[in-house]
């Protein structure tokens, strides 16, 4: 499978953004996906995953409440909605897919991985 991601961008604090990863390749509704994300100099961490029929979601507790994670069967597309933006959201985000495995938020999980799309969210 080969990820795409996209919809980054420059956004103001309380501000709104939606990333997109496309897939290619191999069935890509039969896998989860996750998006994580990485700032300047910290590890790469869990924000949002969403399960292969889309019936289950799971988020990080510091996006809760404000981030939504969707995919669109037919457009082979999962989406992360992210409202309310923090300056403390901005990193580099990336998504990813996962075959099999338990842990939604375990990155090692995951199988393949998009290019990133950065986000930057001034205060």
């Known amino acids: 499978v080969q990820l795409q991601a996209s919809g980054g961008g420059l956004v103001q604090t309380g501000g709104s953004l939606r990333l997109s990863c496309s897939a290619s390749?191999?069935?890509?509704?039969?896998?989860?996906e996750g998006w994580f994300r990485q700032a300047p100099g910290k590890e790469r961490e869990f924000v949002a995953a969403?399960?292969?029929?889309?019936?289950?979601?799971y988020y990080a507790d510091s996006v809760k409440g404000r981030f939504t994670i969707s995919r669109d069967f037919a457009k082979n597309t999962v989406y992360l909605q992210m409202n309310s933006l923090k300056p403390e959201d901005t990193a580099v985000y990336y998504c990813?897919?996962?075959?099999?495995?338990?842990?939604?938020?375990?990155?090692?999980?995951?199988?393949?991985w998009g290019q990133g799309t950065e986000v930057t969210v001034s205060s």
């Open positions: 390749g191999r069935a890509f509704n039969n896998y989860a």
């Open positions: 990813a897919v996962k075959y099999g495995g338990s842990s939604y938020s375990d990155s090692k999980q995951y199988n393949s």
């Open positions: 969403i399960s292969w029929s889309g019936d289950f979601t």
